[in-house]
């Protein structure tokens, strides 16, 4: 298992907790539903595998293993599976002070990252939402992250390596997602040849540099369309595109809607998600 990507969260502060629970697959042909995902979501995986899949990727996350999904339009599960796994949805920004983890890893220590769930499904049955929950969903994520990148080093040799410069790739492009930045730039900054890292990059994470760098520039899109008072058009400088209609094109070609038919998807209310989920 590859995480194809670094998520970034300001942990300085607890995360947003908006549910949590612990699923258990009913029936052997069970299937994750189908629908817009309008915050990060968390899951941990104890038993089984889950198959789940976004517009961009299709993840399997066997047990051991977690994966957060960041918003997006279109969430859906990939395949029928049998599995247990506890999930939560929150909201977390990602400055001023940004934490590096990655969207999906494997953890060692099952024991622990089960003790603080429960801690947390108590906490959240006394006061949902409350503080408490809160700090505990962050010592949850936070514990993720350093059995994750424990592994990844204990990995060692070649492939350690690889990941470490891999993580200064993806480390780059976040803090250059505004701006139009091509593997060459990358490659010059590193001290690499483009194609070099460029192959590197695509053998370690399982997907091409220019793909990556396409998809965290319209992650960012995404944001601001969201979560901004920019128009459309504001939103194409700011991520420094040459003109709005380089902007349409890209994100039309990224998601397979227009930018606008985007942000009036994603201004209907979030419904509250299914128990089970």
């Known amino acids: 298992m590859v995480a194809k990507s670094n998520l970034h969260f300001d942990l300085s502060a607890p995360v947003q907790l908006l549910w949590f629970g612990e699923f258990i697959s009913p029936e052997k042909n069970w299937k994750h539903l189908t629908r817009r995902l309008f915050e990060y979501e968390l899951f941990v995986v104890t038993e089984g595998v889950l198959y789940i899949a976004d517009e961009e990727f299709e993840h399997e996350v066997r047990a051991g293993e977690y994966l957060i999904m960041p918003p997006t339009v279109n969430q859906h599960g990939s395949r029928v599976c049998r599995c247990r796994f506890y999930w939560l949805h929150f909201r977390c920004p990602a400055l001023p002070a940004s934490v590096s983890m990655p969207e999906q890893g494997s953890f060692s220590d099952a024991d622990t990252v089960r003790t603080i769930a429960k801690k947390l499904m108590q906490a959240e049955a006394a006061e949902p939402r409350g503080v408490h929950s809160r ?26 390596s690889a990941e470490r410069l891999c ?34 990059f695509h053998r370690t994470e399982g997907v091409t540099l220019k793909s990556y760098i396409n998809a965290q520039r319209c992650a960012e899109a995404k944001r601001l369309l969201l979560e901004s008072g920019l128009t459309v058009t504001e939103v194409a400088y700011y991520l ?9 094109r890209f994100f039309k070609t990224m998601t397979g809607i227009t930018a606008t038919q985007f942000r009036e998807e994603q201004s209907v209310s979030p419904p509250k998600p299914a128990p089970e989920i």
């Open 240 to 248: 420094n595109f040459p003109d709005p209609h380089s902007f349409a």
């Open 167 to 200: 993580e200064r790739i993806r480390e780059f492009v976040f803090f250059h997602r505004f701006s139009d930045v091509k593997v060459r730039e990358i490659a010059r900054e590193l001290g690499y040849h483009a194609k070099y890292l460029s192959a590197l």
């Open 135 to 160: 700090y505990l969903a962050s010592e949850l994520l936070l514990e993720l992250r350093e059995q994750a990148l424990a592994g990844a080093h204990e990995a060692g040799g070649a492939n350690s």
